[in-house]
């Protein structure tokens, strides 16, 4: 089976840091597209950021751009993200998820697998 496990969140004050880190197994995950989304609370799931394909390609929302990167260590099987400059409204839970796509999902319920999630809290 497909295993996602996020680790790296935390509290910080406006303009910090953070990586978050999603250790996944599976016999074929290597392969898959992976994503970070994120849910504050009283609010839908967002998109926050995707890298696939061989090349690793990514793509970012408009929200984050210039301030989060997400990049990959294949030969583990783990994803990071990267955020700096953190404002208070990048405060949510943080999701892994991945899918066996070779093309770009940003909606959440395209993905087939999903992490516990991790909270991120940035204070003003």
């Known amino acids: 089976q497909v295993q996602l496990v996020e680790s790296g969140g935390g509290l910080v004050q406006a303009g910090g840091s953070l990586r978050l880190s999603c250790a996944a197994s599976?016999?074929?995950?290597?392969?898959?597209?992976r994503a970070w989304f994120r849910q504050a609370p009283g609010k839908e799931r967002e998109f926050v950021a995707t890298?696939?394909?061989?090349?690793?390609?990514?793509y970012y929302a408009d929200s984050v751009k210039g301030r989060f990167t997400i990049s990959r260590d294949s030969a583990k099987n783990t994803v990071f993200l990267q955020m700096v400059s953190l404002k208070p409204e990048d405060t949510a839970v943080y999701y892994c998820?991945?899918?066996?796509?070779?093309?770009?999902?940003?909606?959440?319920?395209?993905?087939?697998?999903w992490g516990q999630g991790t909270q991120v809290t940035v204070s003003s």
């Open positions: 998820a991945a899918d066996p796509s070779i093309s770009i999902t940003t909606t959440p319920s395209r993905y087939r697998y």
């Open positions: 599976g016999r074929t995950f290597s392969s898959y597209t």
């Open positions: 890298i696939w394909g061989s090349a690793g390609s990514t």
